[in-house]
């Protein structure tokens, strides 16, 4: 885990890290949300619907957002203020993943570092994009 000070960070920095959605992991989103839509628990309806697969869900993958903050950049002292995404293309279980983010903007006023966020297929095709908000506290 990393754990950048407020006086570490610049405009500019970024990390990135691989990850991968499992089929574990939607049947403990699906245990956790009660989220049974077809589209992410049946393959034939996902299949019918134009998609290759079941659909993982948007806000599972969506949480490798909070790791990239609360982990990688700034890490310790980093509190998710706020969360905007858009979720561009399907992601399917076992699908190689890469998060980025890049640090585009601080605000020394009130420790907030907004961060350009996206996951991308191994192939770098842009799968969701995000701006994240993070407060940082040491």
Known sequence: MNSYSWSDLHVGMSHAFAAVVTAPMMCHFLEDSGDDNPLHVDAAFAREQG???VVVY???SANYYSTLVGVYLPGR????QGIQVDFVRP???DM???VRGEI???????RRVEI??????DSGEVL???KLKVGVRD
């Open 128 to 130: 969701s994009k995000a």
């Open 77 to 80: 002292h980093a509190v998710l």
């Open 116 to 121: 350009a966020a996206r996951i991308e297929s």
């Open 58 to 60: 948007g806000l599972l």
């Open 51 to 53: 998609f290759d697969d």
């Open 91 to 93: 992601i399917y279980v």
């Open 104 to 110: 585009v903007h601080l605000s020394d006023a009130v």
């Open 96 to 98: 190689p993943l890469k």
